[in-house]
């Protein structure tokens, strides 16, 4: 194929696609209440077989063409991703992809400790980490699991000692549940030098059970971080950057808050989402993506396969945390363990 840039394709609200985020696997060894609840996906859920899965061939294909599109930032999502066999093998794959400027991960962080180095040798630049809780208890009723938290911290540790830096470290609040955890966390954060992200607890999918007073709203957690430490913003490092973010005045690092819920940011949204058999999803919200491993089986070409790119998001319309907003969100969605966070 060539490697020449394309035009970056605009959608229909002047957003480019700059970022990509490629699902490897609908499996996770966690049960996360606001991701994969149990009693949805139970030992008798359908999850894909693996000759459903995009192989690492079709999805290092996938990936240049995307990046002769404009895509600079590409994430290896689940489920959990460590759980695709032989994982190291893709990553050197798409380290190798000229153009691109970052490849990271995200992950619950359980396997991290047999897995670090070996990512980072085969061209892994960084990982996120979800870690919602740093009290067994909480951390066990959330991930609904009898995995310590402590297996977590050792993933990030490994991932620090291996060089993944620096690692960034997500949790969702939710009232009632955790709420408690905002500055322990911070507090954790600050002290260990990861770079700390909260998110609002957010209605993806249908099984989780959302329900908005149970959304701990940005402006809360920030005030309650700045009470004991103060901070202050920092301006975005990139257009369509997702987080709010803050920096400690003594120096202590940043902060982040990702308010999807109270503070849409659908205007500056770069992102498309690649499921696990190549299904193209243009939002977190959508109810249904756009096959491209029937484009790519089919055997098309990479002309083609930058077509069918680009005129699905020349057609994307999304702005579904504004509707929600506005008066909220209906109808079918795609569960987030399938397209990743």
């Given at each position: 194929?060539?490697?020449?840039?394309?035009?970056?394709?605009?959608?229909?609200?002047?957003?480019?696609?700059?970022?990509?985020?490629?699902?490897?696997?609908?499996?996770?060894?966690?049960?996360?209440?606001?991701?994969?609840?149990?009693?949805?996906?139970?030992?008798?859920?359908?999850?894909?077989?693996?000759?459903?899965?995009?192989?690492?061939?079709?999805?290092?294909?996938?990936?240049?063409?995307?990046?002769?599109?404009?895509?600079?930032?590409?994430?290896?999502?689940?489920?959990?991703?460590?759980?695709?066999?032989?994982?190291?093998?893709?990553?050197?794959?798409?380290?190798?992809?000229?153009?691109?400027?970052?490849?990271?991960?995200?992950?619950?962080?359980?396997?991290?400790?047999?897995?670090?180095?070996?990512?980072?040798?085969?061209?892994?630049?960084?990982?996120?980490?979800?870690?919602?809780?740093?009290?067994?208890?909480?951390?066990?009723?959330v991930s609904d699991t009898t995995v310590p938290v402590q297996a977590v911290l050792d993933g990030i540790a490994a991932a620090r000692a291996a060089g993944l830096a620096p690692v960034k470290v997500n949790a969702v609040l939710q009232r009632g549940v955790n709420d408690d955890q905002v500055?322990?966390?911070?507090?954790?954060?600050?002290?260990?030098?990861?770079?700390?992200?909260?998110?609002?607890?957010?209605?993806?999918?249908?099984?989780?059970?959302?329900?908005?007073?149970?959304?701990?709203?940005?402006?809360?957690?920030?005030?309650?971080?700045?009470?004991?430490?103060?901070?202050?913003?920092?301006?975005?490092?990139?257009?369509?950057?997702?987080?709010?973010?803050?920096?400690?005045?003594?120096?202590?690092?940043?902060?982040?808050?990702?308010?999807?819920?109270?503070?849409?940011?659908?205007?500056?949204?770069?992102?498309?989402?690649?499921?696990?058999?190549?299904?193209?999803?243009?939002?977190?919200?959508?109810?249904?993506?756009?096959?491209?491993?029937?484009?790519?089986?089919?055997?098309?070409?990479?002309?083609?396969?930058?077509?069918?790119?680009?005129?699905?998001?020349?057609?994307?319309?999304?702005?579904?945390?504004?509707?929600?907003?506005?008066?909220?969100?209906?109808?079918?969605?795609?569960?987030?363990?399938?397209?990743?966070?």
């Open positions: 194929m060539t490697d020449q840039p394309l035009a970056t394709p605009v959608d229909l609200r002047g957003r480019p696609l700059r970022d990509l985020r490629v699902s490897v696997t609908d499996r996770c060894n966690l049960r996360c209440r606001y991701c994969m609840p149990r009693e949805v996906f139970g030992a008798d859920f359908p999850f894909l077989e693996r000759d459903e899965l995009l192989s690492f061939e079709e999805l290092e294909r996938l990936v240049r063409v995307f990046v002769t599109l404009g895509v600079r930032k590409i994430r290896l999502t689940g489920g959990e991703p460590l759980l695709r066999r032989d994982l190291p093998d893709l990553v050197r794959r798409l380290a190798d992809v000229d153009g691109l400027e970052d490849l990271a991960l995200t992950s619950n962080g359980v396997l991290l400790p047999r897995m670090a180095g070996e990512l980072a040798d085969a061209g892994l630049r960084r990982v996120t980490v979800s870690l919602d809780a740093l009290d067994d208890a909480t951390f066990r009723a500055e322990t966390l911070a507090g954790w954060a600050r002290d260990t030098g990861v770079t700390l992200r909260f998110i609002e607890f957010m209605d993806v999918g249908t099984t989780n059970r959302w329900q908005r007073d149970r959304v701990v709203p940005a402006a809360e957690v920030a005030e309650r971080i700045a009470a004991r430490w103060p901070i202050e913003p920092v301006e975005p490092a990139q257009p369509g950057e997702v987080a709010e973010r803050y920096r400690y005045v003594d120096g202590a690092g940043e902060v982040g808050i990702i308010a999807s819920v109270t503070r849409p940011f659908c205007g500056t949204c770069s992102r498309a989402r690649l499921s696990a058999v190549g299904e193209l999803f243009t939002c977190l919200f959508a109810a249904a993506g756009h096959d491209l491993r029937a484009v790519l089986r089919d055997g098309a070409d990479d002309a083609a396969l930058a077509a069918a790119v680009a005129g699905v998001w020349a057609r994307r319309d999304d702005r579904a945390s504004e509707v929600r907003a506005e008066g909220g969100l209906e109808g079918p969605r795609v569960e987030m363990s399938y397209i990743g966070g």
